[in-house]
């Protein structure tokens, strides 16, 4: 198969692609890594009349340290880039341990932090990562920008809050608070597919080594990141204990509406989310008690 027919632009700076977007608005089509867009525009389920390929603006990429402690990734930053990056381990390691989950290296080698998270595919590791971080998506037009919380930048599948003249062009992921641990994992047939469901989380102790906040955010469980609100409200105040983690786990059942597809029914997804979010937030847990009992 081919694509339909279609204008192509290739700005070298930010402001032609603004401009661009401006003029055609909804007829044009942002190409990053393109592992997402080109396949299904050689199926043609996507024929967008105009596509401006971002590859040629250079202020797009690069990871950069935030002022806060936090950490900076332009939209255009390859996956591997970020994968491998030193700064990324050390400010947001939850980040990098999710990375090496995504597909395979040759497809991180093209695909981009921000294309991924633009492309809001419910079945993807970044838009719940972004979601358990609380990152911040800096939104930019000809006419100004504006920062998006994670948690409203999922709008539904393949929907993002983002405006047809606005690009995302970078991501701002705040530091994680002292005492704190993290952990991801996931579920797929083979590596690289596809997660059947995956769980990020993040906890937080207090001085006394009991749960002061955590966030345990789902894929593939629902058409957006999914955040199991109810499981981290009965673990606020409770020491992470095994039978703590496993009593809030068992609130999920309220709070989750698996979908079922050729991959796994509704009941297998959400025997999974039970077994990932008890692994990730023992092991999120596990390491914030280290972070406690670390020297000053």
């Not at 080698?109 to 800096?138: I, W």
């Not at 709008?155 to 005492?179: C, D, H, K, N």
């Not at 999920?252 to 991959?263: R, V």
């Amino acid at each position: 198969m081919k694509p339909a027919p279609f204008e192509y632009y290739a700005p070298a700076r930010r402001a032609e692609a603004l401009a661009l977007l401006a003029e055609h608005g909804g007829e044009a089509k942002i190409l990053a890594g393109g592992q997402s867009l080109v396949p299904t525009m050689n199926f043609r389920l996507a024929q967008p009349a105009i596509l401006v390929d971002l590859n040629g603006v250079a202020d797009l990429f690069g990871i950069r340290a935030g002022a806060d402690g936090g950490v900076v990734i332009g939209a255009m930053t390859r996956q591997r880039t970020v994968e491998r990056s030193a700064l990324i381990a050390e400010r947001a390691p939850l980040v990098a341990e999710t990375m090496p989950h995504i597909a395979h290296p040759q497809i991180r080698n093209r695909g981009t932090f921000g294309g991924s998270l633009a492309h809001a595919d419910p079945a993807a590791e970044l838009p719940a990562l972004a979601v358990a971080l609380d990152a911040q998506m800096r939104a930019q037009s000809a006419g100004g920008e504006r920062l998006i919380p994670a948690a409203e930048f999922f709008q539904a599948l393949f929907t993002t809050a983002l405006e047809p003249e606005e690009m995302l062009v970078e991501v701002i992921i705040p530091p994680l608070p002292a005492r704190t641990g993290t952990a991801f994992d996931e579920v797929a047939r083979r590596h690289g597919d596809y997660a059947m469901a995956g769980a990020a989380a993040v906890v937080t102790l207090d001085e006394s080594g009991a749960i002061a906040a955590s966030r345990l955010v789902f894929l593939s469980i629902s058409d957006v990141p999914l955040e199991a609100s109810s499981v981290t409200a009965a673990l606020r105040g409770q020491a992470p204990t095994a039978a703590a983690i496993a009593a809030a786990v068992a609130a999920l059942d309220a709070g989750i509406d698996p979908n079922a597809d050729i991959h796994a029914t509704a009941a297998y997804r959400r025997h999974l989310a039970h077994v990932l979010a008890r692994k990730t937030l023992t092991l999120a847990a596990e390491r914030a008690g280290r972070a406690l009992q670390a020297p000053e």
